[in-house]
């Protein structure tokens, strides 16, 4: 299943495997065909020189810009990258979290570049168990990179996302199913 998330700098064409990790794929598909993600965004920016973790990574997060507005029922139980056999290779979709099972599709990220630390068993998230992988970048790499080399940033009082979360987040212009 392809899905398509158009921005201002083009569009980003996403292979969502939903057999492979039916949870975190059928999550991103629900605020995809809710038209959840018209409006949401690519707010955060993480890359070698602007990361605050260990080992650095380089991700662009977006999804919903009212984190708020993800309630209870949109979280999923957390597939690792173990169970799904979807490794964080340049290009994978996968959702962000905190501890296992608060991931949704309210909040998901790409990778830019091979990002083994955050598969199931690296060192990046305390716990081990790594992010929810559940699909990749088909068409519009270069629209990922050019979010991920935005720089105005905006002040925020988290030190661990210090420098990452744009001034203006990259909008969501249209989501859907590739027609």
């Not at 929810?132 to 996302?161: H, L, S």
């Amino acid at each position: 299943m392809v899905a398509v998330l158009e921005t201002a700098l083009g569009g980003i064409e996403l292979e969502v495997f939903v057999d492979k990790a039916p949870h975190s794929a059928g999550s991103f598909l629900k605020f995809l065909d809710d038209g959840r993600y018209k409006g949401a965004g690519f707010y955060r920016v993480v890359r070698p020189d602007n990361d605050n973790g260990e080992p650095a990574i380089s991700v662009i997060q977006g999804g919903l810009l009212d984190q708020a507005a993800i309630t209870s029922d949109d979280l999923v139980p957390h597939e690792t990258t173990e169970i799904t056999g979807i490794k964080h290779r340049d290009g994978a979709l996968s959702l962000a979290r905190g501890a296992p099972g608060t991931g949704s599709g309210g909040m998901f990220f790409i990778c830019i570049g091979d990002q083994p630390a955050l598969d199931f068993g690296a060192t990046r998230n305390a716990d081990g168990q790594g992010f929810a992988a559940f699909g990749r970048v088909i068409a519009g790499m270069d629209v990922v990179r050019a979010i991920n080399a935005m720089r105005e940033t905006q002040a925020v009082d988290d030190p661990y996302v210090e420098n990452q979360i744009l001034a203006e987040p990259m909008i969501i212009l249209d989501a859907h199913r590739r027609r």
